[in-house]
């Protein structure tokens, strides 16, 4: 079986919607990926950090998803990190009320032993220096994806850059690609974020799909169009677990198979906003997951005669 290590965040959240509020529930960029690509048959494991406030309960959901947990330091007397954020009527944007780094503050990452080749390396959410030292413990794996988001942009810009450097893909929202590259136009910023380093490109758009990069081609792939969504918390991570689980699982970089990937991201991540926090994706089934990408090829395929 092929190997997906990830990095980033085991947090609590506290979100906010139109529809209502919850107070500390599990999250965390590593999370939201780890469970998303538990979909697929392959060996992963989650390189983060928790503090001993955080729930057993919460650490055996995400080991019976056959997530290995060898790498997720416990702190004795930490606090785990915490983030919170409200979203606007749309649903498209949010404001991060709170961001509590904790024990995120100190972290020092070990790499298990059974990791330190992976095929495929998910660097979501974190630190970028922790994201850093991850790389400098593997072998050459497959491909290197990396995420980011604004506040590491606007709080460690320079070792950011360090990071993006040295990266094979990129995984980024619309407005943190601009944030990034100064540039409205995404083509645009796809090719800037390119000459940052990362050869593939992938901007989320929320409800509008993402766009795939490599060179001069680009793919689009719209998002499901939902008849409710309840909760957008963790859909960039839903679809960064899809994307690398997804080439975990086939063993295939190439960009016509990462096309494949970006659809199965999507897919994914449909789910994930229809119930609050990790909720939808803990009772996902492979059944629900296939018969949504039915819906998906119905959505997208069509036969035109160019006249
Ligand atoms: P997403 O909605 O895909 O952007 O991801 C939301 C998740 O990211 C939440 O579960 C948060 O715990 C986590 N998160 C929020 N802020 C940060 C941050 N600065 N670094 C790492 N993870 C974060």
Redesign the pocket.
């Known amino acids: 079986m092929n190997k997906l290590l990830i990095v980033?965040?085991v947090?609590?959240?506290a979100i906010e919607t139109p529809f209502g509020k919850t107070n500390k529930i599990l999250?965390?960029?590593a999370?939201?990926i780890g469970l998303s690509a538990s979909q697929f048959d392959i060996k992963s494991a989650i390189v983060s950090v928790v503090g001993e406030d955080f729930p057993e309960e919460y650490l055996d959901l995400l080991r019976n998803k056959n997530i290995n947990l060898e790498g997720t330091e416990i702190v004795k007397g930490g606090k785990t990190?915490f983030?919170s954020?409200k979203y606007h009527n749309d649903l498209n944007s949010r404001d991060?009320l709170d961001?509590q780094l904790n024990v995120?503050a100190d972290f020092q990452p070990v790499v298990p032993q059974d990791f330190k080749s992976p095929d495929i390396v998910m660097l979501?959410?974190?630190?970028p220096l922790v994201q850093l030292s991850v790389l400098e413990q593997l072998e050459r794996p497959k491909l290197v994806v990396l995420d980011t988001?604004n506040?590491?942009m606007d709080n460690t810009w320079d070792d950011l850059m360090k990071v993006i450097a040295k990266v094979d893909a990129l995984t980024i929202?619309d407005e943190e690609a601009r944030q990034l590259t100064d540039e409205y136009s995404l083509v645009k910023a796809a090719r800037k974020i390119a000459e940052m380093g990362p050869k593939y490109v992938v901007i989320k758009k929320g409800e509008h799909g993402a766009l795939l990069f490599h060179n001069e081609q680009i793919f689009f792939a719209p998002a499901l169009p939902l008849e409710e969504v309840f909760d957008?918390?963790?859909?960039?991570?839903?679809?960064?677990g899809g994307f690398t689980g997804y080439l975990a699982h086939t063993g295939d970089i190439s960009f016509r198979n990462m096309k494949n990937a970006v659809i199965y991201g999507s897919n994914l991540a449909s789910f994930c906003v229809e119930k609050f926090?990790t909720e939808r994706m803990q009772e996902l089934t492979k059944e629900e997951v296939h018969q949504r990408l039915e819906e998906f090829k119905s959505l997208t395929q069509f036969q035109i005669k160019l006249t």
């Open positions: 980033g965040t947090a609590f959240d999250g965390g960029a999370t939201y990190f983030w954020g991060t961001t995120l979501g959410n974190l630190h988001m506040f590491w929202n957008p918390t963790g859909a960039g991570d839903t679809f960064a926090g």
